[in-house]
Nanobody, 121 residues
Framework: QVQLVESGGGLVQAGGSLRLSCAASGRTFSTMAWFRQAPGKDREFVAGIRWSSRLTYYSDSVKGRFTISRDSAKNTVYLQMNKLQPEDTAVYFC????????????????WGQGTRVTVSS
């Protein structure tokens, strides 16, 4: 059974940092990504990584503040979030796909349950 389990969300003040983790089990993937959905808004792409090459991709809104990385031994992808702002408040979802393409619009075959990030001003 394939599972993606996110962790690391929480409440942080503006300017602070959080690190999200997404542990995959049941299989390995060629691409993993992070999306987020703020209240009343559509889900949006945040960052993605190609597993074998470690090539990374970011949305313009997080570039320079967020870093996506992966640990093959743990089959885990991370999202280091620095200089957090209130507009980063959202539920963050991990996504994974066997295809080696980081698709900003999806689709992805597998999704986690989400972890909430709240940034206070």
């Amino acid at each position: 059974q394939v599972q993606l389990v996110e962790s690391g969300g929480g409440l942080v003040q503006a300017g602070g940092s959080l690190r999200l983790s997404c542990a995959a089990s049941g299989r390995t993937f060629s691409t993993m990504a992070w999306f987020r959905q703020a209240p009343g808004k559509d889900r949006e792409f945040v960052a993605g990584i190609r597993w074998s090459s470690r090539l990374t991709y970011y949305s313009d809104s997080v570039k320079g503040r967020f870093t996506i990385s992966r640990d093959s031994a743990k089959n885990t992808v991370y999202l280091q979030m620095n200089k957090l702002q209130p507009e980063d408040t959202a539920v963050y979802f991990c996504a994974a796909d066997p295809s080696p393409a980081v698709r900003r619009e999806g689709p992805y075959d597998y999704w986690g349950q989400g972890t909430r990030v709240t940034v206070s001003s």
